[in-house]
DNA sequence: ATCTTTTTCGTCCATTTGGTCCAGATAAAG
DNA sequence: CTTTATCTGGACCAAATGGACGAAAAAGAT
């Protein structure tokens, strides 16, 4: 019959670009029309796809809470390299993913946040992924070590910036 | 001549109490009759205090992030003791004020990053402090360490959450 | 009491928002 | 070429937005 769309995946891939929009903008700052002008379709196809502006959002979220950083571990390596290596392959979209992540949990109490269960699977995947580096044992610490860092490397404007996959068009402010 | 009120000083305090607002609700998701009925204020007398939105919002991240956590430091407790009440007295208020510093960030490349006076002074400021402790040599890791698990905490859901400190009215969504 | 200056407030306006609706385009199947 | 399910874009709506004014109120100074 009509065209050949896996409404699916077409709505994940559009999940994935809308995200970076998202967080470069914050939820409230981006507009149904923007995004969709962003994406390259017309508000209402937008809409085909997602009935809401928040169920957008909500896919946006769980589209980078379940991203993979897999297969970053080399033996040959020593447990600073890998951590290195990780610390790497997550700075250039720290920013952009916390971002989305505060939006996402604004305006949660502790509790919500805790009840949550692709925040709660985000945080035991980096868990798990620094474990696998240096055992069970350190990975709380190491965890906690390998945020901080990249946090205070965006904060010290080392980083990669909110804007950097995103440059091509609008030039607003905040 | 007219009612004695110090320009300043007040705008300070309604720059103090807007902080929380823009914190719970994102800059986009603040508007100025919203934080004008939360400080218990006319817009257009918020309006004779702030030029424009975005000025209220500068000021209110110039406060949050000068702010002093002065004399945490006790000679008397060792140096893990101390940087557990340094997290202490930061975890209260880091989502809040993690929430608003991405609010500020958003869109500034790292280099514009790395050239903000006020976002310099912030992170110098916390880095002094967490020097006061360890000393110079083991600041930067112990800072990284510190903001590490005061962002694990709070993604973990374990920690304040953001609408701690202004839940009294409204009740919107994201 | 009457100025005079700051602070406060109500009203107005153009623009944008999320969301709905429908006419037209698109393309596989007959 | 026609049918037919699917996609698309633009028009439209009520609500909210940032900001601009001018008028009112408050209160020190005379």
Request: glycine share 8%.
């Amino acid at each position: 019959m009509p065209k050949i769309v896996d409404h699916d995946v077409y709505s994940r891939q559009l999940a994935v670009q809308a995200a970076s929009y998202f967080s470069a903008h914050g939820y409230a700052g981006t507009s149904m029309r923007k995004v969709a002008a962003h994406l390259g379709l017309s508000k209402s196809a937008l809409y085909h796809y997602f009935p809401t502006k928040e169920a957008l959002f909500l896919a946006c979220t769980q589209m980078i809470m379940s991203g993979e950083e897999a297969d970053l571990l080399d033996p040959a390596l020593s447990d600073g390299q890998n951590l290195d290596r990780l610390y790497s392959a997550m700075a250039p979209t720290f920013a952009s993913e916390m971002s989305l992540v505060f939006d996402y949990l604004r305006g949660k109490e502790p509790a919500a946040i805790a009840a949550d269960e692709a925040m709660g699977l985000a945080v035991a995947n980096y868990r798990a992924l620094v474990a696998g580096i240096v055992g069970e044992e350190r990975a709380e610490e190491e965890l906690q070590r390998l945020l901080g860092r990249l946090l205070l490397t965006y904060l010290s404007g080392s980083g990669a910036g909110l804007e950097a996959e995103i440059r091509p068009e609008n030039g607003e402010a905040v």
